[in-house]
């Protein structure tokens, strides 16, 4: 299959529930596999979609630059950055060989590969002040988003907010995010995977 033929027709988050539904795998209650179009196999006329919708939902907040983690941050993550023409930067998982001190480091527990991942970001790409619009393809019990929201922080930045591509709103994620005080837009709301069947929140 190839990109997105009924874009036109269908406004881009009817587009991605689409696709959720025709090309999702449920893998037990807890994870879905999307790797025909975003996790492997990436739909680029979708990823413009979702820039387009990103950027619209953040248009007046000042954004500066877009910070994701690699690797399936990137491509939702790199189209948000161009409709808003800012750079987009990405965490890097393992520590480059760069001295320590030039980085910004946190620890995210990864919930799909149960192991705990240092991050890093070079501080010469995000400075105090700068306001940083955070984008990730999942968001589950939310630790990507707030290691990536530590790093903000660290730099003496802040959060513009938080958007993600699909979020399983039957985990904490959402619920720690908004707790902490962040804007959380979220594209598409899954409520529950259970008996292999995909039911949206709303
Ligand atoms: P969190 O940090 O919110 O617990 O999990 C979000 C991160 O884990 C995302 O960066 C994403 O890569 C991965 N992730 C969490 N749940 C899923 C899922 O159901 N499917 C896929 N493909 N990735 C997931």
Do not use: C
């Not at 189209?79 to 001295?99: D, E, G, H, Y």
């Not at 984008?135 to 930045?157: K, M, P, S, T």
């Amino acid at each position: 299959m190839g990109a997105t033929t009924y874009a036109k027709e269908l406004s881009p988050i009817e587009s991605l529930k689409r696709k959720i539904v025709e090309e999702g795998i449920v893998l037990g209650d807890q994870v879905l596999k999307v790797d025909s179009f975003l996790n492997h196999r990436v739909d680029p006329v979708l990823m413009a979609e979702i820039g387009d919708t990103f950027a619209r939902l953040f248009a007046e907040s000042g954004v500066v630059k877009v910070l994701t983690i690699e690797s399936s941050g990137i491509a939702p993550a790199l189209m948000t950055a161009l409709r808003l023409n800012v750079p987009l930067i990405f965490a890097r998982k393992r520590k480059s060989l760069t001295l320590q001190s030039d980085l910004y480091t946190e620890k995210a527990y990864s919930f799909t590969k149960r192991e705990e991942n240092e991050i890093t970001v070079s501080k010469r790409f995000i400075k105090a002040g700068d306001r940083v619009l955070i984008v990730d393809d999942f968001l589950a019990n939310g630790q990507a988003a707030l290691a990536l929201a530590r790093i903000v922080e660290q730099a003496g930045a802040e959060v513009a907010g938080i958007g993600i591509v699909i979020e399983k709103s039957f985990q904490s994620g959402r619920q720690q995010l908004l707790e902490a005080g962040y804007r959380v837009e979220s594209l598409a709301r899954i409520a529950s995977l259970e008996d292999g069947t995909i039911r949206f929140a709303d």
